[in-house]
């Protein structure tokens, strides 16, 4: 365990130190009737661009539902940040995946992930005043999770010189306590052993 936060700090750093991607940080928890809100803010490091099918997503959010993408289309200032609408967005939780090239952030199979990818043909780039990056938005996700850890995150985007950037960092994030994993790993092992009994 020790090492795997070690290589994240480290990985979180280095993505941070290059001042370029997209890169998630939680912005809080609240606790709901559903269980548990965790809402993230993704920024746009400046150096970097995002463009049509570049996305970022959420690894490993045990029973995730309702993931909502808030776009930040207009900034405290009242004036236009060039982020597209919800419209111009999908929003996905997935099985497994995607995992950008070259890049191995954890992502277990059994615990779903949570896509949001850029579909509109637009470009999106921090503006002059954006020094420490453009706030695409934030993202909700609900999980009966309330204990907090380290999960994985990684994002597809582009540097303005147009080579692709990709980044792997770590986020606090819900994660099962021991016990839950464990009661989780006897009930897939219980379901496949029932499956393979039924098979013969």
Do not use: C, H
């Amino acid at each position: 365990m020790f090492k795997r936060l070690l290589a994240m700090s480290t990985l979180l750093l280095f993505s941070v130190g290059a001042n370029a991607g997209i890169v998630v940080a939680l912005d809080g928890t609240s606790a709901t009737a559903g269980g548990f809100n965790w809402t993230y803010d993704v920024t746009l490091e400046p150096d970097s661009l995002m463009s049509r099918s570049d996305y970022f997503v959420l690894y490993d959010i045990p029973g995730v539902t309702n993931p909502v993408w808030a776009p930040n289309t207009i900034d405290t200032d009242g004036v236009v940040t060039g982020v597209p609408d919800a419209s111009k967005w999908s929003v996905a939780t997935l099985a497994s995946g995607p995992v950008p090239p070259f890049l191995n952030p954890i992502d277990n199979g059994g615990l779903p992930n949570v896509l949001v990818t850029l579909a509109d043909n637009t470009t999106i780039m921090p503006r002059s005043k954006d020094v420490a990056g453009l706030l695409l938005g934030k993202l909700t996700v609900t999980s009966p999770v309330g204990n907090e850890g380290i999960i994985d995150y990684a994002s597809q985007a582009a540097q303005l010189s147009g080579s692709e950037l990709r980044v792997v960092g770590g986020v606090a994030g819900p994660v099962p306590e021991p016990s839950t994993v464990g009661m989780m790993v006897a009930g897939l092992a219980a379901a496949m052993g029932f499956a393979l009994r039924r098979r013969r």
